[in-house]
C-alpha cells in the first residue's frame, strides 16, 4: 500500500506495523518501574483485542469518549476506536465537570 492509499487511521496502523513489526512503537514502565519496548507488533495485537472488545459493545455509528490522562491505554483505546470504524472524541481530562457534561451531551456520546 503506497502513502496516497492510506486514508483512515486503520490503514495507517495496518501498514506501519507491518512494515515495522519488530521495531519499539513504545517505550513503556512496568509495574516495577523498569522501561521495556514495545513493538509495533504487540501494538497491534492490543489494538486489535481491543477494538473486538469494543466492537460488540459499541454502535456502528457509535462515538466513543477517550477520557484519561496522557498515556499508552489512550493512545490504545484511540487506535482501537478507529480501527473499528468508529468516531472517537477525546476528552481533557482537566476540563471542569460542567463543560465535559455538556461536551458529552453535545456530541451524543454512546460509551
Same mark, same amino acid.
Given at each position: 500500500?503506497?502513502?496516497?492509499?492510506?486514508?483512515?487511521?486503520?490503514?495507517?496502523?495496518?501498514?506501519?506495523?507491518?512494515?515495522?513489526?519488530?521495531?519499539?512503537?513504545?517505550?513503556?514502565?512496568?509495574?516495577?518501574?523498569?522501561?521495556?519496548?514495545?513493538?509495533?507488533?504487540?501494538?497491534?495485537?492490543?489494538?486489535?483485542?481491543?477494538?473486538?472488545?469494543?466492537?460488540?459493545?459499541?454502535?456502528?455509528? %457509535?462515538?466513543?469518549?477517550?477520557?484519561?490522562?496522557?498515556?499508552?491505554?489512550?493512545?490504545?483505546?484511540?487506535?482501537?476506536?478507529?480501527?473499528? %470504524?468508529?468516531?472517537?472524541?477525546?476528552?481533557?481530562?482537566?476540563?471542569?465537570?460542567?463543560?465535559?457534561?455538556?461536551?458529552?451531551?453535545?456530541?451524543?456520546?454512546?460509551?
Amino acid at each position: 500500500m503506497s502513502k496516497q492509499d492510506i486514508t483512515t487511521l486503520r490503514q495507517l496502523l495496518l501498514t506501519s506495523c507491518e512494515s515495522y513489526a519488530d521495531n519499539t512503537a513504545f517505550l513503556l514502565r512496568d509495574k516495577a518501574d523498569v522501561l521495556y519496548n514495545l513493538s509495533y507488533r504487540d501494538f497491534l495485537k492490543d489494538v486489535k483485542a481491543v477494538a473486538a472488545y469494543l466492537d460488540d459493545k459499541v454502535p456502528l455509528e %457509535g462515538k466513543v469518549a477517550i477520557f484519561m490522562k496522557n498515556c499508552y491505554e489512550w493512545c490504545l483505546f484511540y487506535f482501537a476506536v478507529a480501527f473499528i %470504524g468508529r468516531v472517537v472524541v477525546p476528552l481533557d481530562k482537566d476540563l471542569p465537570f460542567e463543560e465535559l457534561e455538556n461536551i458529552i451531551e453535545f456530541a451524543e456520546i454512546d460509551a
